[in-house]
């Protein structure tokens, strides 16, 4: 019969793991169950779902910080997610339905680090750091540099995903997300985009664009965001930052799409980001 542990504290959880390193984390349960018929019966569970060093969302003067297993209903309800990080919470409004949406983490996802994830470019826009913990200390890692290749991470058997550290965005950065699937809700990403940037004077700053769906892992878009920087969002803009955004990303055809439609849709949702940058914020 599969071990069963239930720790009540972080640091409860942090000996556990350091003690069973073969255990499978447990949180919501959301992936791990759908791949279970699939794989062999897990050694043990250490079930981390609702852990209170997990859960929760705090502000402090330079970052929201968002416990990895806190759920995305929670995610949703919070109004300062939702205002200052619009794209990552477009995501996770768009991420399963509401039963999943009550028991999915972002810690989940972000170690189930699925090419398909979809808080993971928001994650990568928003240039997000990844707090993780074992008993030998607390290290944070760019999201840039968690996530090492196709369903890949940094993460060490005796790790857990402790928080999500999101910065304060420069007031005025505009920022969006969209998910094309094979359907409006519910959908699978065959592409998903995020993207933030901010317009002075007419001009492009900062921007960072960032795709899932298009690579092994989530990727950001370096050649289109130094085309982007500094320059008129204007339609011209736009064909010159789609065409650079295709020349660097290298989609495949799976089940779910093909290299061509991928292709095609990434340089228009990227486009269309920009064109969104020359109009008038609402
Ligand atoms: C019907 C359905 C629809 C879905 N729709 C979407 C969708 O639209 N978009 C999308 O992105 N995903 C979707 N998913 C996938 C899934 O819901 C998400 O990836 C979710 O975020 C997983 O979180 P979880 O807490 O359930 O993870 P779990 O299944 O509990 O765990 C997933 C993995 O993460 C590890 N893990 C979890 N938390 C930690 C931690 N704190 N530290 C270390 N390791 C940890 C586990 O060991 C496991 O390897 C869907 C799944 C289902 C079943």
Known sequence: MTAYLRPHTLEEALAARAQNPAFTVLAGGTDLMVNAPHKPEP?????????PG???????????????A?????????ARVRSELPCLWEACR???????QARGTLGGNLVT?????????????????????????????????????????????????????LPHPVPGTRQ??????????????????AAVARVEDGLVV?????????AATPIRA??????????????????????????????ITDVRSTEAYRREVAARLVARFVLSLGQEKP
Do not use: M
């Open 43 to 51: 050694v043990g569970l250490l079930d981390v779902f609702g852990l």
């Open 54 to 68: 997990l859960c929760g969302i705090e502000s402090n003067a330079n970052e929201l910080r968002l416990g990895a």
């Open 70 to 78: 806190t759920p995305y209903r929670a995610i949703l309800e919070d």
């Open 94 to 100: 768009e991420v399963g339905a509401v039963q999943i």
């Open 113 to 165: 680090s699925s090419p398909v994830g979809d808080t993971l470019p928001a994650l990568l826009a928003l240039e997000a750091v990844i707090e993780l913990a074992s008993v030998r200390g607390v290290r944070k890692v760019p999201y840039a540099q968690f996530c090492t290749g196709y369903r890949k991470t940094v993460l060490a058997a005796d790790e857990l995903v402790v928080a999500v550290l």
């Open 176 to 193: 969006l997300w969209r998910k094309v699937g094979t359907r409006r809700a519910q959908a699978i990403a065959k592409v998903a985009l």
């Open 206 to 214: 900062a921007p960072r664009i960032a795709l899932g769906a298009v």
């Open 222 to 251: 370096h050649a289109a965001e130094v085309l982007l920087a500094g320059v008129r969002p204007d339609a011209a803009c736009a064909g010159r930052v789609a065409g650079a955004l295709l020349a660097e990303i290298h989609p």
